[in-house]
């Protein structure tokens, strides 16, 4: 069975920085695309960025531009998400989410059970 595993949560200040991972398993990590999405509290799911197969493309939410980095590590079937100055209003639960295919298209298949980030002084 698939697993997505999230780490790296937990409580930072304004203005602070986090890198989260998603540890993967159970099928070929290097064959497809990724995702990171989150929900803040009481609101609705958010995606946040998302990488292609091999990381040669990436994409990004407009809130999350120039302050937030995606990567992959194909060796280690691992996804990162660097997160750099963070505001309060980005404290949510943030899921690593895989796709059905080589890129990403929105056609997310397995998620992870998430981890929370709280961004609060």
């Known amino acids: 069975e698939v697993q997505l595993v999230e780490s790296g949560g937990g409580l930072v200040q304004p203005g602070g920085s986090l890198r989260l991972s998603c540890k993967t398993s159970?099928?070929?990590?290097?064959?497809?695309?990724m995702n990171w999405v989150r929900q803040a509290p009481g609101k609705g799911l958010e995606w946040v960025s998302g990488?292609?197969?091999?990381?040669?493309?990436?994409s990004y939410g407009d809130s999350v531009k120039d302050r937030f980095t995606i990567s992959r590590d194909d060796a280690e079937n691992t996804l990162y998400l660097q997160m750099s100055s963070l505001k309060p209003e980005e404290t949510a639960v943030y899921y690593c989410?895989?796709?059905?295919?080589?890129?990403?298209?929105?056609?997310?298949?397995?998620w992870g059970k998430g981890t929370l980030v709280t961004v609060s002084s």
């Open positions: 989410a895989k796709e059905r295919n080589w890129a990403v298209q929105g056609g997310v298949d397995y």
């Open positions: 159970e099928f070929t990590f290097s064959n497809y695309a």
């Open positions: 990488i292609n197969m091999g990381g040669g493309s990436t």
